[in-house]
């Protein structure tokens, strides 16, 4: 039996599964590609929105190398948001069964449309650092909700009730705080870097050098977090141990790219790479925590919700 709801049809299934997969990649993806734009100075490179130059919805000879990059960042929204409104279609017949996926499938999509109107500001704005901040912040959100879409997608509808200790389940909230403030510190320190998307914006006039310190301090705490909660799950084998090690993994190599760029002099491909990490560590997390819970067992011989008897 498929681990999706027993009573989904097949077809619609699939649909939902590829749909699901492709929107999660492709929020993934447009952090890449925004990366790109600002790494590469290309920020102002379609000088206008939602058309790149004023009289031309695509950039002209004129805007260079720069107007193609930052239009091919663009043009993602556009499948982007398809499929954010797909995985929302495809969701809306389950939606009195399955209302978690119904929520986060309808919450994807609103902040998809927000962050294309946030999109916007930043180019009326020429590139505002605290509006950056904001809208890489978003994605990052984006990909968090995404990312919970295809957890929840592959449990059972119903109940569900705390599978692990509850002091282990604290100490992994206290990990995801820990995380939360690593990424924003993170988003602080690059808007008072030299990587602003345009060689003419000012930046935010906070010592860079200085938040890059600031930054390491809970990226290190976070790391020995996680050691303890690996350590944890796995003496007694806890549900989320899988996804601890996923997280793990990233976060250390997260640690290992920002160690490199911060004694390099900041390679744009480098923070590139570290700004993507940041949003998949995240994303990692947000496993961690729903597997946290586990469906309410049936006993066979007692009553029990319809819901926990349908998933």
Request: glycine share 8%; proline share 6%.
């Amino acid at each position: 039996m498929n681990r999706f709801v027993a009573w989904l049809p097949d077809h619609v299934d699939r649909r939902i599964r590829i749909t699901a997969w492709i929107s999660f990649v492709l929020n993934v993806l447009i952090i890449a590609t925004g990366g790109a734009v600002r790494l590469t100075a290309s920020g102002l490179g379609c000088s206008d929105w939602p058309v790149c130059v004023p009289g031309s919805l695509t950039p002209t000879p004129e805007m260079g190398i720069h107007g193609v990059i930052e239009f091919g960042n663009r043009t993602i929204s556009g499948p982007l948001l398809i499929a954010a409104l797909l995985v929302l279609l495809f969701t809306w017949r389950l939606r009195r069964e399955r209302k978690d996926l119904f929520r986060l499938a309808l919450l994807v999509l609103v902040l998809v449309v927000v962050q294309a109107l946030v999109g916007a500001f930043v180019v009326w704005q020429e590139l505002a650092a605290a509006l950056v901040g904001f809208h890489y912040t978003v994605s990052v959100v984006i990909v968090c909700i995404a990312a919970a879409y295809l957890v929840r997608m592959h449990a059972p509808a119903g109940p569900r009730e705390l599978a692990v200790p509850r002091p282990f389940a604290i100490l992994t909230h206290v990990t995801t705080l820990a995380l939360a403030v690593t990424v924003v510190v993170g988003v602080m320190t690059t808007a008072s870097g030299p990587h602003s998307g345009d060689d003419d914006v000012v930046r935010t006039g906070v010592d860079a050098t200085l938040l890059a310190h600031v930054h390491s301090w809970p990226g290190y705490v976070l790391g020995a977090l996680l050691v303890a909660l690996v350590a944890w799950a796995a003496a007694a084998r806890l549900r989320p141990l899988k996804w601890l090690l996923v997280l793990t993994a990233v976060v250390l190599v997260q640690i290992a790219v920002g160690v490199f760029q911060a004694r390099n002099g900041l390679p744009p491909l480098a923070v590139g790479v570290h700004m993507v990490l940041a949003a998949l560590s995240a994303a990692a997390m947000t496993t961690v925590v729903l597997n946290l819970k586990a469906p309410v067992r049936v006993v066979a011989d007692s009553p029990a919700p319809a819901e926990a008897v349908r998933g």
